[in-house]
């Protein structure tokens, strides 16, 4: 009777291991070196990103919440999707946000080889410009895993390796404005904030991001409040922008 105990205890605090790790750890803090996470600057200044689009769902949403609060954003597209749904990567790009690379399939890249992970961000570098005739420059990695080593590779492409400094857990977190509270309560000059306008908790795809798209007015207004603007990633980096 004791090991079923045991064997349940040990369960328990497997779950609540990954529970808190999902929800309330945030894995970027363990692979920020040698990249840019956030920008140092006294301008109130802010940047919101995107990852894992283009949703056939969700991103048509999110862009018309933008426009209502006149913000541009940046969107880390991942090749798969925008050969897939490449009409509404083409109205990002029409809308005037920015597009920069997510990698082609959202595979973890920590283990790949140095030519592996040129052929995932060339690739998609190629599709984003076949669709959208813009090109990238700056790489966000699935999942923010990547090793040191290859990050130089990636900066020896001419490419920046961008995370992010703030964590909506948009992921995770079913409640707009609980994001907007965590947000509102951290959020600092030069930050980059990520959230998601495609995929769920397991996959890229798909999920239900309406609460994002439920966020982005709700922290236009805070955030307007607090003084702070919103740029694109680019803009945030070269100190240019509203
Ligand atoms: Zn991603």
Redesign the pocket.
Known sequence: MSWIILTLFVFLFIGAGIFYFCVFFDQAILTRRGTLYRVKTEKKKVALTF??GPSPIWTSQILYELKKEGIKATF?M?GRHVKLYPEVARKVAEEGHEIEN?GYA?NVLFYYRPEEIEEEIKYTEHIIEQVTGRTTKYF?P??AWLRGSIKKKIKGMGYEVVLWSLNSKDWVTFDARRIVNVISKRVKSGDILLF?DS?GVLK?EGGDRSQTVATIPLLARELDKRGFEFVTVDQLIKGEGQ
């Open positions: 990852d894992d880390f991942g997510h959202h966000r699935p999942k998601h995929g890229a």
